[in-house]
């Protein structure tokens, strides 16, 4: 495909993604009734910066959201900040839906407008380095980016988030673990455009290093590593899980050998009917787990939570002896299913156990105490050997009895979302097979990335 053909897809993503005259209006306009309400009332802040994407002119269509930023002075402290910053965000928020939420301190967030608007405490300091919390850095962000973000660049970083989004590979949250919008915008920059950071991304390495300044760069354990131009102690990607960055890799790598607009917006799943679903099932030994979706807990929290308690369930079949092919979560507003694909439902009764090697008298002997040995000892590999009976052999009870006992540790919020929980059958997936969980489970089986349909 040559150069102008690539650009056609190009423009047709930018006419779709571009946010329209009238939202870039209406955003600057909430901005300035809120900084008004803010300048009159009284209080101990200096001054309210608007940050992020929207801030900048990178944002996409329809993502409605104002972040901003309310400053005080530094010598105020951290439970007076708290407090006036809660009061002035309840204060502009009267008449509309909000909640408290976290970062390294409560700030209010909620609806105005039809726009997600966040109004977060900060400290004025004097370089991103010199932060007194976490989001002091942003500030400097917003000012770094408006001064070396060039005019055409901007367009660049909406192409670049689009296909992150059409990927499934944008957000440094923790139910996406791939890239924030400040880390695109900065690829952009080291880049320059789309195209030539996609030839980049495709020969990345783990352990990437991506830089602006001659900095002394700090150690990190992360696939990829941004170095924050306004604090060098800090990887702007250190979310990115290992399993996103080498999808991102394997996509841009496929786009420039095909471009295609569906890289940006994927195909529609299109659910198979129950009959193609029972002959792929037919082939597969699946088992699922089903529990409400927690609550009471803020959403930053319950995906870190959910994923933590995912592992422990795979950690747990895989110490009993079960082979996990594939894994994965999934969940709606209501409900969570985790679904794990295994070599087989039922394990063999009689169990395996690899013990010291044969001249270490010591740990042989205190190996074979207390052990009902069902066959051995022997020696393979010049090891002692023995095999004994398992317990329970049925990957449905070993899953009930590990949940019976594990939800008793749990967090609150897991502890009651289990309360009704159900292991689900093959027959009890089909049974599942509705709604939103239609499309999910038939992209599960499907196992095709967004952009190979």
Not at 166 to 179: E, F, M, Q, R, V
Not at 385 to 408: A, D, F, G, Q, S
Request: proline residues 3%.
């Amino acid at each position: 495909m040559n150069k102008e053909q690539r650009q056609k897809i190009y423009d047709k993503v930018l006419k779709k993604i571009v946010p329209t005259k009238k939202e870039l209006q209406d955003e600057k306009k909430l901005f300035i009734e809120i900084n008004d309400k803010i300048k009159k009332m009284s209080g101990k802040h200096s001054y309210l910066e608007w940050c992020g994407s929207s801030a900048r002119n990178t944002n996409l269509r329809n993502d409605q959201d104002l972040d901003l930023f309310l400053m005080f002075n530094k010598e105020l402290t951290e439970k007076e900040l708290e407090k006036e910053g809660l009061r002035i965000g309840k204060n502009i928020f009267k008449g509309h839906d909000w909640e408290k939420a976290y970062s390294q301190h409560p700030y209010i967030r909620g609806t105005i407008k039809g726009f997600d608007v966040e109004i977060v405490p900060g400290y004025i300091v004097k370089s991103g380095a010199e932060k007194k919390s976490a989001v002091d850095r942003t500030p400097f962000h917003n000012k770094y980016l408006l001064k070396n973000l060039k005019e055409n660049q901007k367009n660049e970083v909406r192409l670049l988030k689009q296909f992150l989004k059409g990927i499934g590979a944008y957000g440094a949250d923790l139910k996406n673990c791939s890239l924030p919008g400040y880390g695109v915008e900065l690829i952009i920059l080291k880049y320059s455009n789309f195209e030539k950071a996609l030839k980049k991304i495709s020969d990345w390495k783990i352990g990437e290093i991506i830089k602006f300044e001659n900095e002394k760069i700090t150690k990190f354990e992360h696939p990829l590593i941004i170095i924050d131009p306004v604090d060098p102690k800090r990887n702007v990607a250190s979310a990115l899980s290992n399993e996103q960055f080498e999808r991102i890799k394997f996509a841009s790598k496929k786009f420039l050998e095909n471009p295609s607009i569906n890289f940006f917006f994927p195909t529609k799943i299109k659910p198979w009917n129950k009959k193609h679903v029972k002959a792929m099932l037919e082939k597969k030994e699946l088992i699922g787990v089903k529990f409400d979706f927690p609550k009471n807990i803020l959403e930053d929290l319950v995906w870190g939570q959910l994923r933590r308690f995912l592992k422990k369930n795979s950690n747990t079949l895989k110490q009993t002896g079960f082979e996990i092919l594939r894994e994965k979560m999934w969940s709606n507003s209501k409900e969570v299913w985790f679904i794990f694909e295994l070599n087989t439902l039922n394990l063999q009764k009689s169990k395996k156990i690899i013990g010291p090697k044969v001249n270490d008298n010591e740990n042989v002997e205190k190996f074979l105490q207390n052990k009902k040995i069902l066959s051995g000892p022997r020696i393979e590999e010049n090891r002692i050997i023995i095999e004994i009976e398992r317990k329970e052999t049925n990957v449905i009870k070993i899953l009930k009895n590990y949940l019976k006992t594990e939800k008793k540790k749990e967090t609150i919020a897991i502890k009651r979302a289990l309360k009704n929980y159900k292991i689900l059958t093959e027959k009890d997936l089909l049974k599942e097979y509705k709604g939103e969980f239609k499309t999910f489970f038939t992209n599960y089986l499907e196992g095709k990335e967004r952009f190979e349909r």
